[in-house]
Each structure stands twice: as C-alpha cells, then as structure tokens.
C-alpha cells in the first residue's frame, strides 16, 4: 500500500507557515509489494516495516531533505511532492538524489514518482501497487476501470504502470475543481513552474544512463497514459502536462541525438577513406558502434514519442477541458520549434489549423502564440505554403476576434507574415486590416498600427532614398501625405485622433515632426501644396498629435483612464510640451492669418493654445507673439459664428487668463477689449430691435447680425463671468416678449436661452456667505421667471426651442436642488427648488411625447445619396432623444422627481431596447442603490399599470388571455426585471419580497366576497411575478406562501382554467414536490408553527423580513453554488454514473429549485468531436446579456 504522506490540505498548511514537524514517512520493498507507512496505525506495524526498510530509508528520504525555515521552526520536506511544492532551490541535486536512489531499488525510486504525480493531481487519497506475475493476465491488467463503492463512499481507479497495476482511491466528495494546476496566486503558479522544470530536468539527467533501460519511461509513460484517459479531471489535466512537458524533453534528446549521429556517420566515412588499404582499425569498429548505439536510442526514443503522442495528445487535445486542449496545442509549437524537421509538416500542423476554430479563447490564443515563433523564422516559413494557403482566411479574421487577446496576437501574427511571406496578404487583406486602427482597444489598434506603419508609410530598406524636392524634410513629408491619403480613402473622418494613437508606439518621430507640419501647410508653391481636404487632415493631424504629445494619455474612450506616467514619460512629455509651445508660439498666428476664413481649420488650430507651457511667453521674452495671437484670436471671433470657432476662442482666452500666470494682465485687457466690444454691438441691435414697432418688422439681415451677436456671446459667457455686463435683463427681455407675442425666430431664441441660462448659473456660483439677503431674493426671483419661461418653451411651435427648454430646465433643476449648504444654509434655503406635482407630469409628457413616440416614416423611393443624409438625421435625432431622456432620468436618480415617475420609463424597457436599453437600465441600477423598497414598488407600479392597460383592451367575459402578444411582453419585462437583481439573492431579498407582497395585494385587489371562492379579476397577475420566485430565498419563499394563503381557502377551487394562475404562482414557491405533497394533503396547514408563521405574516405586512442567520444564508449559498455546478456538469455530457447519482440523492439539498434537480458528474466525457464540442460550448455561451449586467450590477 502506498498512502499518501501529505495531502493538498497539509500543502496549503505549509504554504502558510503553520506547518509542525512532521515524522517523516518512510518506504519498504516486500515480496513485490511496495508498500507506505502512512496509513499504518499501531506501533508494532510501525516497528516492523521501519526494520524492513531501514536501507532504503537511508538511501533515498534521507538523501532528499530539504529544510526550508518557517516561523523559526525548520520543516523538513521527504517526498518529491514536498520539495518541488516547497521551491526548486536546487532542482539538479533532487534529481541527482533520485537518479541515485533509483540505481539502488528502482522500484521504490518508481514508486516514489508515481505518488509524486498522484499527489500533483490533488489528490488526497491512497495509491496501491502490486506486481503482476503471469502473462495470462495481461489483458486483464490492462482494462482500466473506475468504479463507485456505495458502502464506503470512495471512488476507485484501477490501471496498468507496467510493472504494476496500480489502483487509486479516494473519497468522492472531493472536490475535483480544485487541484494544484488550477490553483491561483503566486505560490501555485511557481508550482506549475517546478513541476514542468522537474521533469525537464529528470529526463536531461537520465539521458546518458537510465533512460534506455526499458523500465523507467515505459513505466511513467503507461502511468501518464492511463491518468489521462481518467473521467477525473485533475488526473486528466496534470498527467497530460507532465506528458506533453516530458514529451518536450525527449524531442530535445531526439535533437542531439540526431546530431550525435550524423557527427558519428561522417567521422566514421572520413576514418574509412583514411584507411581505405588496411583490413581493420580499431578506431574504425569504435565510431561504428558509436553509431550503431546513436541508431539504436534514436530508436527507442522515437517509440518513446509515438507512444506519448498518440496516447496522449491525440485524444487530450480534443478533450472537453479548455486548458487540456490549450496545454497540447502549445507544446505541440514547442516540439516544432524545436525539431522542426520532424514535427514541421502538415501531419502536426492540421492540429493547429483545426484549433484556431475553437470555441475557447485561451485555446486560439495558444495556437497564434505558437504560429507565431514558426512564422518568425524565415528559414521555417517555406515549409508552411499549404498551411498558409487553407487557413490564411481564418487568420485574417481573426482580430475581429471578441478576446481582445486573441485579437491582438492575430493581428501580430499577421504582421509576422506579410514580413517573412511574400505576397500571401492581398490588397483586399491589407485594406481589411488597416481599418482596425480605429479599434477602440488600444493593444488591438497599436498592433494593427504596426501593420499600417511597417506596410504603407516606412521606407525600409532604402531609408536614404529622399522624395525629390522634399528638402530637410523629405522623409516625414512624404509619410505624412501617405497618411493623409490613407485617412481621406477610409472615409472615418471623425477618428483622427484615433488614427493617430494606433500609430504612436511606431511613428512617433514623423508623427512628433510639428516643423514639417507647419512647413507644408504654410508654402505657397503651387507645386507641393496640399489640397484643400489634404490641408484640413494635416491640421487634424497635427492637433490630435499636440494633444497627444501634452497629455501623454490616449484619446477618450480608448482606455479605461488615465495613465500614471512613469519617470521617464513625464520627462518626455515636459519635453514635448516645451517644443509644442516654442514652436507654436511664433507659427500659430502665421496658420490663422492663413486660414482665417475657414472655420473648420480655424477651429482646430485655436485648441493648440491649451497645450502651452504658457510660462515661456515670459523667460523667453515672446510677449509680442502673445499680442499677434491675440490680435488674430480677435479677428477670429468678430468674423466668425460658428459654435465651433467661438467656443474655441472662448477657451482660448479662458487658458490665457488664466491668474497664476505673468501673462494674465496682457490677456485680460484684451478679453475686456473684446467683451466690450461684443456687448457694444448687441445692444445697438437690440435698441434697434425694440424701437421698431414691437419688432415685427425686422429684415433677415437684421436677424442674422443678431443672431451671430447672441451666439457670440453666448460662447464667451459659458466660460467667462459676464455678470457686470448684466447680460440678464437684455436676453430676458427677448424670453419674455417671445412668451407673450411668439413671434421671433428660433434662430434668436435658442443662444437668448442659452445666455439667460449662463447669467444666472454665474450669479449661483457667486454667492457666499456674505451675500445679501436683498440680493438673494432679486436671484430667486429672477431663477422662478426663467424657469417659468422654461416650461412654457416646453409647448413651443419649434422642436429645437422645446427640446433646448427641456435640457435647461432639467440642469437647472438639478443644480438648484442640489446645492451645497456648507457656504450659506440661508441661501440654499431661499434659493431651493422642488418641483411640484404639475411640473413633474408636464416633465414625464414631455419625454413620452418626444422621445418614445414613434414618428411616420414616409415610404418614398430615394436615392443613395439621400438615404445617405436620412440615415445621418436619424442618427442625429437618435442622439438627442437619448440625452433627453438621461437628463429626464437624472432627475429621477437625484431624487428631484418621485422615483415612481421611473414606472412610466421602464414600460419601455423591452419595446426601445436597442435604442434606450442601456440608459433606462442604468437608471434601475442608481435607484435601487438609492433605495431598494421604493426601486423594488416602482418595479411593481410598472407591471401593474401595464397589466391594467392590458385588461382594459381585453373582453371582460372571456378573461385575460394568457398567449397574447401583450401578456407575454408583460412576462418577457418582468423576466428582465428579475434578471437585474443579479445572482445574489441575499443582498436582492427586501427588494424581491416587497415586489411579490405587492403583486398579492394587486392580484386579489377587487375580489368579491371574504371566501377567497370568488375569481379575483386580477388573478392573472400572479403569472407576471413569478418570474421573481426564482429570486426569492428559501425561507422568503415560505413566508411569501403564508402570506399568500391569507387570501385563500384550502382545499382550492381549481376546476377551470381561470384558476391555473393561482396554481402555477403556487408552484413557483413550493420548494419540491415532498413539500407541495404535504402541502396538498394539509389542507391549510402551515409547514411551521402558528405563532411563527404569525409572526412572518406581520412581518411581510409591514414590509419588513426575518432576520436571516448567518447558518441558513451560508447554507444557501453553498446550496446555490452547488446547484450551479449541477446545472453546468449537466450541460457537459448525458451520461451519468448510476452510482454517483445514488451518492448524490443522499447529498443534494432537499430544497433545491426544480430546474436545478439534476444529477451531477464531473467532466464525464473524456474526448468527444470538435463539433459536438463547439454545440456544448455554444449553449454555455448563449446568455441573456441581461444575465451578464445583472451579475455586474450585483
């Protein structure tokens, strides 16, 4: 017998530094029976072996001990287990200590590795050996069974290590997802890392002795053979390592060998032509030996490699387990790698082209990681033509691969190629993976960055060749005017800066050449210039490569925040932003003199300006380059009308004023300059305006000068304070007069709102302390007129007025009621706001009427273009609706309207998914963090009204019917619903319980009669919530049962049909079919006693539950934990162990769901087809996404 000395369990104990001095096991040979003390009880057994086995104990635990110290105590490690668990140390001397105890007894050496590679499984059971005598029974021997004991509850293996048949035990229960190789932290992943090098080592060191003695490797070969063919994964997982690691290891003696052999052939044909006249040499019979020998273990290491390969990988990498199929796969490019000769043909690499199919990420991600060192030798590359020329299609598709990992190695895999394979990508190829610089994650987008950069904008190879005429900037001009011509041919105009962070990692030098830039867009040769697309590109360009440089971050929405810059990066970007600013400074007035006419380039240029490092206006003495910005700033504006331009100008100035810096006072005189100016011209146009008869009689120039006036301003407001210009009465005038009249233009309307809105958000910031209490009452006063405006605008004949009204209105109320109190609690409570029941159903008719109400689309035939243009304003209105509806739901989740108002928003839920879903859901989420009893009624609310709605379109006389489309939409929503809740039921139990309370209350709301005999007419909703049962703990469900049994009389009425919703609601909460039996039978019995069920009942009345104990929710959680490993071991396999489901009825929780009652087995199918495979594993991945954010959410 050979019992374990250690389990898992005393390995983790070490691990911890808790581990006492252990005696150390010790090893014995008798009459062929190799036997371990570990199990051995009494003292005189004890006594007797170690008298039997004291030489050997010398020889081989002794010889092994490695002390390592814990805590001050030294623990002693005796077995190979324990000391490569304990840390490599020296992995030679191990393997020199067991090499050397093997020469001695090679069957207890043997032994010893076989319990090493059992204990490595996690196994923490008892290995028995015996040695077979007779042929007879070879066939016997080697049927491998696994069989179930249903006395002793302990799972047995029995299979063939030639020359022993080896039988494993050990308990069932154990747990077979949790094993050494799997294991995550530090400390295992070095285990995984000493196993692998332990057997590397092993067979390096017994190379040039024991390795050919027709014992040792056929014996751990047929024992790694047979643990891979366990239905036990860890056997499966860690002896297919240990195979394919040793497999490895022979290739590499393979190799020499190989070497040796041909070295030995040419000596011998040099040394027979040196002697061609004598009849013998003695040096001549040596290297003919020499050779014979080489031939000889080539040979059996050759037997050695075809018996691992089709006893091991070829069924492994099929198997059902993704990191069994991914450990084959990456060796098998290790064994090309390293013998390509033998293993570098289409025989080994169809594995791999078949895999690249395979449904598991880490599986494909193995296969390119392996391509990839082929394809990077260009000496290997030959002989991959079929390979390339049937699976190329595949790999081109694959960085649109969902793991971003995967992507990512494709796309290196690819670049690997177009390098080392001539013309195997295609143009159509090329085109298809140059778009993937647009990817939003960033590893994906430099990858394909690589690809762009190395095939279409460098010059390898002839890098002193220079463009004619490029001057100094030869090289960089003509890579940039590759670009721009590349960018313009995508047609994604709005992702430069995306384009440009792709190319960073690799073109940075060209990319960071700001003097070539300014350089071409400042000639005037007709022959080098740029055209007029062209030039904007490069101003895009070279904006986007400024932001970069200065920020030292990617773009928005590439990443998941920002950085933190190492050392080294904030010295680069100190650098960059020193160069940015030295240069721009004198060049940016010359570019807007330039292009000071088109407000597109004017736009991007004037964002440069945030970049600087504004100090150097001043150490370098560049105050009259400041002026000429300022000058050019200035003619900008007063030009200009365009959002864009001015809001860039306003920002402009906003950084430039900044008061920290020396240049403040030269820039703020020329804000003020400017303002005045502005603020002159508007009131002229608006003293023209009123002196006319009441302004019905002004001339579309007359409303453009005022219009481009009020937008002007407006721009400048947003960033700078206004409020000594008193902005407010001229702009509010305008509000007021177009509430009364409704004559002016929106064109005037939307930047007076947008100023009336600035003026009083500046005078809210102002106020302090100190502020007056007469000051305060005129901004009250001024705030409830504005807001009154508002909400008149709501009904305006112009959709843009509304919707602006709409937007402010929403902010504004949103600020004001969330002021902060710590400077002035008198003013917050003057200025305060809370909107009144009115204004909160104008606010919900509102979204109702202009978000979810579907507009007529007119069937007219048009052509591309203008379906073109429909697509694009569709998208724009797609846009507006969503902010519409976030700044609506803002209001909800700040708890400025009533949460219930929420119930109106999930009603369309299911119906404007696509387009609302994601908004309408996060909106679920920040309310029941809020408050999950009013979250969980709003819920209810929903589900009621549309209920109501559904039963008033329905004919009273024949009920509700269960299979039309709006009752089933109503289930569909409430099974959405339920979903958000997420996985843990603990944490969802007052929400859940409060909803089917609810639901109870409105099913039997309206019932005629005390009987509970007499049809409720809103009994159908009880089908609705019990979508949430599934959601409800085990006790809950109980005490929802009770509460529902206070509405009804036992036994029940269920004769017809219009009673199955009380029956299936019912069901829903009996827990299993031996409580709905006694439940049946007790005609109104309670499953617990009447006072506590009482008690419950009052509980749930008051919207209040039990006090669960700690013992019932880990009970429960450990009972959901298992139930969800009966339901993901179901879907692997249909075959089941009768044995192991006897076990199981007696393990399985009584109370499990019905869809969890499944009988359970661990990785029963040891091998199947990649297609069955890929159907098993297509049913796991086929999720509601809903399912997914819940768990997130949760």
Same mark, same amino acid.
């Not at 007790?1082 to 009942?1097: I, L, N, R, V």
């Not at 499944?1158 to 990785?1163: E, H, L």
């Not at 495979?1173 to 996404?1185: C, P, Y």
């Given at each position: 017998?050979?019992?374990?000395?250690?389990?898992?369990?005393?390995?983790?104990?070490?691990?911890?530094?808790?581990?006492?001095?252990?005696?150390?096991?010790?090893?014995?040979?008798?009459?062929?029976?190799?036997?371990?003390?570990?199990?051995?009880?009494?003292?005189?057994?004890?006594?007797?072996?170690?008298?039997?086995?004291?030489?050997?104990?010398?020889?081989?635990?002794?010889?092994?001990?490695?002390?390592?110290?814990?805590?001050?105590?030294?623990?002693?490690?005796?077995?190979?287990?324990?000391?490569?668990?304990?840390?490599?140390?020296?992995?030679?001397?191990?393997?020199?200590?067991?090499?050397?105890?093997?020469?001695?007894?090679?069957?207890?050496?043997?032994?010893?590795?076989?319990?090493?590679?059992?204990?490595?499984?996690?196994?923490?059971?008892?290995?028995?050996?015996?040695?077979?005598?007779?042929?007879?029974?070879?066939?016997?021997?080697?049927?491998?069974?696994?069989?179930?004991?249903?006395?002793?509850?302990?799972?047995?293996?029995?299979?063939?290590?030639?020359?022993?048949?080896?039988?494993?035990?050990?308990?069932?229960?154990?747990?077979?997802?949790?094993?050494?190789?799997?294991?995550?932290?530090?400390?295992?992943?070095?285990?995984?890392?000493?196993?692998?090098?332990?057997?590397?080592?092993?067979?390096?060191?017994?190379?040039?002795?024991?390795?050919?003695?027709?014992?040792?490797?056929?014996?751990?070969?047929?024992?790694?053979?047979?643990?891979?063919?366990?239905?036990?994964?860890?056997?499966?997982?860690?002896?297919?390592?240990?195979?394919?690691?040793?497999?490895?290891?022979?290739?590499?003696?393979?190799?020499?060998?190989?070497?040796?052999?041909?070295?030995?052939?040419?000596?011998?044909?040099?040394?027979?032509?040196?002697?061609?006249?004598?009849?013998?040499?003695?040096?001549?019979?040596?290297?003919?030996?020499?050779?014979?020998?080489?031939?000889?273990?080539?040979?059996?290491?050759?037997?050695?490699?075809?018996?691992?390969? *089709?006893?091991?990988?070829?069924?492994?990498?099929?198997?059902?387990?993704?990191?069994?199929?991914?450990?084959?796969?990456?060796?098998?490019?290790?064994?090309?790698?390293?013998?390509?000769?033998?293993?570098?043909?289409?025989?080994?690499?169809?594995?791999?082209?078949?895999?690249?199919?395979?449904?598991?990420?880490?599986?494909? !991600?193995?296969?390119?990681?392996?391509?990839?060192?082929?394809?990077?030798?260009?000496?290997?590359?030959?002989?991959?033509?079929?390979?390339?020329?049937?699976?190329?299609?595949?790999?081109?598709?694959?960085?649109?691969?969902?793991?971003?990992?995967?992507?990512?190695?494709?796309?290196?895999?690819?670049?690997?190629?177009?390098?080392?394979?001539?013309?195997?990508?295609?143009?159509?190829?090329?085109?298809?993976?140059?778009?993937?610089?647009?990817?939003?994650?960033?590893?994906?987008?430099?990858?394909?960055?690589?690809?762009?950069?190395?095939?279409?904008?460098?010059?390898?190879?002839?890098?002193?060749?220079?463009?004619?005429?490029?001057?100094?900037?030869?090289?960089?001009?003509?890579?940039?005017?590759?670009?721009?011509?590349?960018?313009?041919?995508?047609?994604?105009?709005?992702?430069?800066?995306?384009?440009?962070?792709?190319?960073?990692?690799?073109?940075?030098?060209?990319?960071?050449?700001?003097?070539?830039?300014?350089?071409?867009?400042?000639?005037?040769?007709?022959?080098?210039?740029?055209?007029?697309?062209?030039?904007?590109?490069?101003?895009?360009?070279?904006?986007?490569?400024?932001?970069?440089?200065?920020?030292?971050?990617?773009?928005?929405?590439?990443?998941?925040?920002?950085?933190?810059?190492?050392?080294?990066?904030?010295?680069?970007?100190?650098?960059?932003?020193?160069?940015?600013?030295?240069?721009?400074?004198?060049?940016?007035?010359?570019?807007?003199? *330039?292009?000071?006419?088109?407000?597109?380039?004017?736009?991007?240029?004037?964002?440069?300006?945030?970049?600087?490092?504004?100090?150097?206006?001043?150490?370098?003495?560049?105050?009259?380059?400041?002026?000429? !910005?300022?000058?050019?700033?200035?003619?900008?504006?007063?030009?200009?009308?365009?959002?864009?331009?001015?809001?860039?100008?306003?920002?402009?100035?906003?950084?430039?004023?900044?008061?920290?810096?020396?240049?403040?006072?030269?820039?703020?005189?020329?804000?003020?300059?400017?303002?005045?100016?502005?603020?002159?011209?508007?009131?002229?146009?608006?003293?023209?305006?009123?002196?006319?008869?009441?302004?019905?009689?002004?001339?579309?120039?007359?409303?453009?000068?005022?219009?481009?006036?009020?937008?002007?301003?407006?721009?400048?407001?947003?960033? &700078?304070?206004?409020?000594?210009?008193?902005?407010?009465? *001229?702009?509010?005038?305008?509000?007021?007069?177009?509430?009364?009249?409704?004559?002016?233009?929106?064109?005037?309307?939307?930047?007076?709102?947008?100023?009336?809105?600035?003026?009083?958000?500046?005078?809210?910031?102002?106020?302090?302390?100190?502020?007056?209490?007469?000051?305060?009452?005129?901004?009250?006063?001024?705030?409830?007129?504005?807001?009154?405006?508002?909400?008149?605008?709501?009904? &305006?004949?112009?959709?843009?007025?509304?919707?602006?009204?709409?937007?402010?209105?929403?902010?504004?109320?949103?600020?004001?009621?969330?002021?902060?109190?710590?400077?002035?609690?008198?003013?917050?409570?003057?200025?305060?706001?809370?909107?009144?029941?009115?204004?909160?159903?104008?606010?919900?008719?509102?979204?109702?009427?202009?978000?979810?109400?579907?507009?007529?689309?007119?069937?007219?035939?048009?052509?591309?273009?203008?379906?073109?243009?429909?697509?694009?304003?569709?998208?724009?209105?797609?846009?507006?609706?969503?902010?519409?509806?976030?700044?609506?739901?803002?209001?909800?989740?700040?708890?400025?309207?009533?949460?219930?108002?929420?119930?109106?928003?999930?009603?369309?839920?299911?119906?404007?998914?696509?387009?609302?879903?994601?908004?309408?859901?996060?909106?679920?989420?920040?309310?029941?963090?809020?408050?999950?009893?009013?979250?969980?009624?709003?819920?209810?609310?929903?589900?009621?009204?549309?209920?109501?709605?559904?039963?008033?379109?329905?004919?009273?006389?024949?009920?509700?019917?269960?299979?039309?489309?709006?009752?089933?939409?109503?289930?569909?929503?409430?099974?959405?619903?339920?979903?958000?809740?997420?996985?843990?039921?603990?944490?969802?139990?007052?929400?859940?319980?409060?909803?089917?309370?609810?639901?109870?209350?409105?099913?039997?709301?309206?019932?005629?009669?005390?009987?509970?005999?007499?049809?409720?007419?809103?009994?159908?909703?009880?089908?609705?919530?019990?979508?949430?049962?599934?959601?409800?703990?085990?006790?809950?469900?109980?005490?929802?049962?009770?509460?529902? *049994?206070?509405?009804?009389?036992?036994?029940?009425?269920?004769?017809?049909?219009?009673?199955?919703?009380?029956?299936?609601?019912?069901?829903? !909460?009996?827990?299993?079919?031996?409580?709905?039996?006694?439940?049946?039978?007790?005609?109104?019995?309670?499953?617990?006693?009447?006072?506590?069920?009482?008690?419950?009942?009052?509980?749930?009345?008051?919207?209040?539950?039990?006090?669960?104990?700690?013992?019932?929710?880990?009970?429960?959680?450990?009972?959901?934990?298992?139930?969800?490993?009966?339901?993901?071991?179901?879907?692997?396999?249909?075959?089941?162990?009768?044995?192991?489901?006897?076990?199981?009825?007696?393990?399985?929780?009584?109370?499990?769901?019905?869809?969890?009652?499944?009988?359970?087995?661990?990785?029963?199918?040891?091998?199947?087809?990649?297609?069955?495979?890929?159907?098993?594993?297509?049913?796991?991945?086929?999720?509601?996404?809903?399912?997914?954010?819940?768990?997130?959410?949760?």
């Amino acid at each position: 017998m050979i019992a374990e000395p250690n389990t898992a369990n005393n390995l983790s104990s070490q691990k911890e530094n808790a581990v006492n001095d252990e005696t150390v096991p010790e090893s014995a040979v008798q009459n062929g029976s190799c036997v371990r003390n570990g199990n051995l009880k009494t003292p005189r057994e004890k006594r007797k072996v170690q008298e039997q086995c004291e030489n050997v104990k010398r020889s081989s635990s002794s010889s092994r001990r490695v002390s390592r110290l814990q805590n001050a105590e030294v623990v002693e490690a005796v077995t190979l287990f324990e000391v490569v668990s304990m840390g490599k140390r020296a992995m030679q001397s191990v393997v020199d200590d067991w090499v050397e105890a093997y020469k001695q007894d090679r069957n207890v050496a043997l032994l010893d590795l076989i319990n090493f590679f059992i204990q490595c499984s996690g196994c923490q059971g008892m290995v028995t050996a015996e040695m077979f005598q007779s042929l007879r029974k070879k066939d016997v021997m080697r049927k491998m069974t696994e069989t179930f004991d249903e006395e002793t509850g302990l799972q047995y293996k029995k299979f063939m290590a030639y020359p022993w048949i080896l039988t494993v035990t050990w308990p069932v229960d154990t747990d077979n997802e949790d094993y050494p190789l799997i294991r995550t932290g530090p400390y295992w992943k070095k285990f995984k890392a000493n196993f692998c090098e332990f057997i590397a080592v092993l067979v390096q060191q017994c190379q040039c002795s024991i390795l050919y003695d027709s014992y040792l490797m056929d014996t751990i070969i047929s024992l790694l053979i047979g643990l891979a063919d366990s239905t036990v994964r860890a056997f499966r997982h860690t002896s297919t390592l240990a195979a394919m690691k040793l497999l490895t290891a022979v290739v590499s003696i393979h190799l020499n060998l190989d070497v040796n052999k041909h070295n030995a052939q040419r000596l011998y044909e040099v040394e027979k032509k040196r002697i061609s006249g004598k009849k013998t040499s003695y040096r001549l019979d040596q290297l003919e030996r020499k050779r014979k020998e080489c031939e000889h273990k080539l040979l059996e290491i050759q037997n050695m490699m075809n018996t691992i390969f *089709k006893g091991t990988f070829l069924s492994r990498c099929r198997d059902v387990v993704p990191e069994i199929r991914a450990t084959c796969i990456e060796e098998a490019g290790n064994w090309m790698k390293t013998y390509p000769d033998a293993f570098l043909n289409d025989s080994y690499l169809k594995y791999f082209g078949w895999m690249l199919y395979d449904k598991q990420a880490e599986v494909r !991600l193995k296969c390119l990681l392996g391509l990839q060192g082929i394809y990077r030798r260009k000496e290997l590359v030959s002989r991959m033509d079929l390979f390339t020329s049937r699976f190329k299609d595949r790999i081109v598709s694959m960085p649109l691969d969902k793991d971003h990992e995967v992507a990512v190695q494709a796309m290196k895999l690819l670049m690997l190629m177009s390098q080392n394979c001539e013309n195997v990508l295609s143009a159509e190829d090329c085109e298809t993976l140059y778009q993937i610089v647009y990817a939003t994650h960033r590893p994906l987008a430099a990858a394909a960055g690589e690809f762009l950069y190395k095939r279409l904008l460098s010059h390898e190879g002839d890098e002193e060749a220079q463009p004619k005429g490029g001057g100094m900037f030869g090289a960089s001009t003509d890579q940039l005017k590759r670009l721009i011509c590349f960018f313009l041919e995508s047609e994604v105009h709005k992702h430069v800066a995306y384009l440009v962070d792709s190319l960073w990692d690799w073109a940075g030098k060209f990319l960071k050449d700001w003097e070539c830039m300014t350089t071409l867009l400042l000639k005037n040769s007709e022959e080098e210039a740029l055209s007029n697309a062209q030039e904007s590109v490069l101003i895009e360009i070279m904006l986007a490569t400024v932001k970069e440089a200065a920020e030292g971050h990617p773009p928005a929405g590439r990443g998941a925040a920002k950085k933190i810059l190492s050392v080294k990066e904030k010295k680069i970007q100190l650098e960059d932003c020193t160069k940015i600013t030295e240069h721009y400074i004198m060049v940016l007035p010359q570019l807007l003199a *330039k292009y000071s006419t088109d407000a597109q380039k004017v736009a991007n240029l004037l964002q440069i300006p945030q970049y600087y490092d504004l100090d150097i206006y001043t150490t370098g003495h560049l105050e009259k380059h400041l002026d000429d !910005l300022l000058r050019e700033v200035k003619d900008i504006v007063t030009k200009h009308s365009d959002m864009s331009v001015l809001e860039a100008s306003s920002k402009t100035y906003r950084v430039l004023c900044s008061e920290e810096i020396a240049i403040y006072s030269q820039a703020d005189h020329a804000r003020t300059q400017l303002v005045d100016e502005l603020m002159e011209q508007l009131s002229q146009l608006l003293d023209g305006f009123w002196q006319k008869e009441e302004g019905f009689c002004m001339d579309a120039g007359e409303m453009s000068r005022m219009h481009s006036a009020l937008r002007r301003v407006a721009a400048f407001h947003n960033a &700078h304070d206004l409020t000594k210009w008193n902005l407010y009465e *001229k702009t509010s005038r305008l509000l007021v007069f177009e509430a009364e009249h409704g004559s002016l233009p929106a064109l005037i309307i939307l930047p007076a709102l947008q100023c009336t809105y600035f003026s009083l958000l500046w005078q809210l910031a102002a106020v302090s302390e100190n502020s007056p209490k007469e000051a305060l009452f005129v901004l009250r006063r001024e705030l409830r007129c504005f807001s009154q405006i508002c909400i008149r605008f709501l009904h &305006h004949k112009n959709k843009d007025v509304r919707e602006k009204a709409f937007m402010i209105l929403c902010d504004w109320m949103l600020i004001v009621s969330h002021q902060d109190s710590d400077n002035n609690e008198e003013a917050v409570g003057l200025l305060g706001y809370i909107p009144g029941t009115s204004l909160q159903e104008k606010l919900l008719l509102f979204i109702q009427e202009h978000v979810f109400m579907e507009e007529e689309e007119e069937g007219k035939d048009l052509t591309e273009e203008e379906e073109g243009k429909d697509e694009s304003r569709r998208l724009d209105d797609l846009h507006k609706k969503r902010s519409l509806l976030a700044a609506y739901c803002k209001l909800i989740v700040y708890n400025v309207v009533e949460m219930a108002a929420a119930a109106e928003i999930y009603k369309y839920y299911m119906k404007t998914y696509n387009d609302f879903g994601d908004i309408i859901k996060e909106t679920l989420s920040k309310t029941r963090q809020n408050n999950k009893i009013q979250s969980a009624k709003t819920l209810i609310l929903c589900l009621q009204q549309l209920f109501q709605t559904h039963a008033e379109g329905q004919d009273s006389s024949s009920g509700v019917d269960f299979s039309s489309t709006s009752f089933l939409n109503m289930k569909e929503l409430a099974r959405r619903f339920s979903l958000t809740f997420g996985w843990d039921q603990v944490k969802s139990r007052e929400s859940v319980a409060m909803i089917h309370k609810e639901g109870i209350e409105f099913a039997f709301q309206g019932a005629a009669g005390g009987d509970g005999k007499c049809l409720p007419p809103n009994l159908s909703f009880l089908l609705i919530i019990s979508e949430f049962s599934n959601k409800l703990l085990k006790p809950d469900k109980r005490l929802v049962y009770a509460y529902l *049994k206070r509405y009804i009389t036992e036994p029940l009425p269920c004769r017809g049909d219009e009673w199955q919703p009380l029956i299936s609601y019912r069901n829903s !909460l009996l827990i299993n079919e031996d409580e709905e039996g006694s439940v049946l039978s007790s005609s109104g019995e309670c499953p617990m006693g009447t006072s506590k069920m009482s008690s419950f009942k009052r509980k749930l009345s008051n919207g209040s539950l039990p006090e669960t104990s700690q013992a019932e929710v880990a009970g429960e959680a450990l009972h959901l934990q298992h139930a969800s490993q009966l339901a993901s071991a179901a879907g692997r396999s249909r075959k089941r162990l009768k044995s192991r489901e006897v076990h199981l009825q007696k393990h399985l929780p009584h109370l499990c769901p019905g869809g969890l009652q499944r009988s359970y087995c661990k990785d029963r199918v040891k091998t199947e087809d990649i297609s069955e495979l890929g159907q098993a594993e297509d049913t796991a991945e086929d999720v509601d996404v809903d399912v997914v954010d819940a768990d997130q959410e949760s």
